[in-house]
């Protein structure tokens, strides 16, 4: 039995770190390497990164903590609030073209807002010793006593269904031309990556839900199989969104490159292409034009 726990926890552990490594490395990718004019990059290689920072904690344990296991968490989930608005403004901005430089977004105000309650609700209910170390303050409030760390995977899970619902009616509206036959548009692949991309995390939020969060509230007891599973679903996922990915560059690279031949041949025949590409569609064309001129 205990060979078999050993087994596990090993498992575990190796799990995180090569799902923390390739999100990571992912990021980086997406953050230097695949560059786009208009900035939402940045906002893809975040959503990876804070993938990357979930995969990582799950190689904390007692013996290798920094800081008390239940406080480094407690400080931890905050960040993960940012998850959602990013997906939200990344889908937002690459549905309406948005190409003004990213900043500060209303989105962003509550994980800054819980992220400073909650260290200032640390602060208050742990003391610091001359060496560094932590102790709880037995005359503060603690966490335990306003119930935070119990409220925020709660509290995170009404955010991350809310913005679903408003991800998933957004791109309702923008919904890619399915009588299309002859022809695939740049809006159409970029209309399937965002549904793929939210599809794919709701489908991971749901499995955490039911196998995490759930059981969590319930009172039983959440063994690092279930804690592995969730995990292993989520590197699957990122594998799949890499190869999807890598595959929807590839088609818009196509169809651009097809666009431009044509329009350097015959010009008429360009006319003709926009009876299949409507004035949106023409007009990022035209910029990509531009840019790869510019580029050369």
């Not at 990059?41 to 990357?52: E, R, V, W």
Request: aromatic share 12%; with cysteine.
């Amino acid at each position: 039995m205990n060979e078999l726990s050993t087994f596990l926890t090993q498992g575990y552990w190796w799990l995180s770190l090569l799902g923390g490594i390739h999100c990571i490395g992912l990021g980086l990718y997406i953050r230097y390497i695949y560059r786009d004019s208009s900035g939402n990059h940045k906002l893809l290689a975040g959503l990876f990164s804070l993938m990357a920072l979930y995969f990582f904690t799950g190689m904390l344990n007692r013996d290798n903590s920094p800081a008390p296991i239940h406080l480094l968490f407690t400080l931890i989930i905050p960040v993960y609030f940012l998850l959602m608005p990013l997906l939200y403004l990344y889908c937002y901005r690459s549905l309406h073209n948005i190409r003004v430089p990213i900043s500060l977004s209303k989105h962003f105000y509550l994980p800054i807002l819980i992220a400073i309650v909650i260290f200032v609700v640390s602060l208050l209910s742990y003391d610091f010793t001359p060496d560094g170390e932590l102790l709880q303050n037995s005359a503060g409030p603690g966490l335990r006593d306003f119930k935070i760390g119990a409220a925020l995977p709660a509290l995170l899970s009404l955010q991350t269904g809310f913005y679903f619902i408003l991800i998933i009616q957004m791109l309702r509206k923008y919904r890619g031309r399915s009588g299309r036959v002859h022809q695939e548009s740049l809006k159409d692949i970029k209309f399937r990556w965002l549904l793929v991309l939210t599809l794919a995390m709701m489908s991971n939020w749901l499995v955490r839900t039911v196998l995490v969060i759930l059981p969590f509230y319930m009172g039983d007891q959440i063994s690092e199989v279930t804690q592995a599973f969730t995990r292993l679903i989520l590197l699957l996922t990122v594998y799949l969104l890499a190869l999807y990915g890598l595959q929807q560059i590839t088609k818009a690279a196509y169809l651009r490159g097809r666009f431009i031949r044509q329009s350097e041949q015959d010009p008429a025949r360009t006319k003709a292409s926009s009876q299949l590409l409507n004035s949106e569609e023409l007009n990022y064309l035209q910029q990509l034009m531009q840019e790869d001129k510019k580029h050369n």
